[in-house]
């Protein structure tokens, strides 16, 4: 591993004298901070994210969530993503229902917090499958902030069942899972 050497201000004052021990400091301090050499000023991991996404197919969070009768819960079976970079992501699921009665529903919940998940408003809604065997699937565009939460939740009334899976996705494949998204563990 490189060694990182501090310079000091007088080493770069005007009239300074040009050394070898400067011009050593000068090559091989970016490499000892890259390799977090000790005593190395430490790089923020902000300053290596893209400062915006854009939409595309580049898979950098998935989920996959389900539940049975009963209302939206939210807690342990819903899936939470936590966004490090603004712009625009698709979101894209499909859904499975089975259902034992004619009244009975399900449907995909999808909601946006944008106070570090105090409170969740919804921005989608999937088509409400009834009775019998279903499925649907879809997706939808939309954009977030810096440290915007997005939840995917399940809903099924009656005696049924539901489960969902689904994407977060970009268009740039250098985007890495966890530098611009970051999955959660239940926050409520």
């Given amino acids: 591993m490189t060694t990182y050497r501090d310079i000091s ?7 300074a004298p040009l050394t070898q021990q400067l ?3 000068l090559k091989d301090n970016p490499e000892a901070i890259a390799q977090a050499a000790s005593g190395a000023t430490r790089i923020d991991p902000a300053a290596l994210e893209k400062k915006a996404m ?6 950098i969070g998935q989920f996959n969530i389900g539940s049975t009768s009963g209302a939206d819960k939210g807690g342990d079976r819903d899936a939470y993503f936590k966004f490090r970079a603004q712009g625009t992501v698709r979101l894209t ?21 944008t ?23 879809d997706e939808i565009e939309h954009t977030f902030n ?3 939460r997005v939840r995917f939740g399940t809903n ?9 899976y689904g994407f977060v996705s970009v268009g740039d494949s250098s985007s890495v899972y966890g530098v611009q998204c970051a999955r959660l563990r239940s926050i409520n």
Wanted: charged content about 20%.
């Fill in 9 to 15: 201000d007088t080493e770069v004052q005007v009239d």
């Fill in 156 to 164: 099924a009334g009656g005696a049924a069942g539901i489960s969902a």
């Fill in 115 to 137: 106070d570090n998940g105090a409170n969740y408003t919804s921005i989608h809604t999937s088509d409400i499958l009834t009775g019998g065997d279903d499925t649907t699937e």
């Fill in 54 to 59: 854009t939409v595309g197919n580049y898979v």
């Fill in 23 to 25: 011009m050593q400091a």
């Fill in 93 to 113: 699921y499909r859904i499975f229902f089975q259902s034992y009665g004619v009244l009975d529903i399900g449907k995909l919940l999808i909601y946006k917090s």
């Fill in 146 to 148: 810096v440290n915007d």
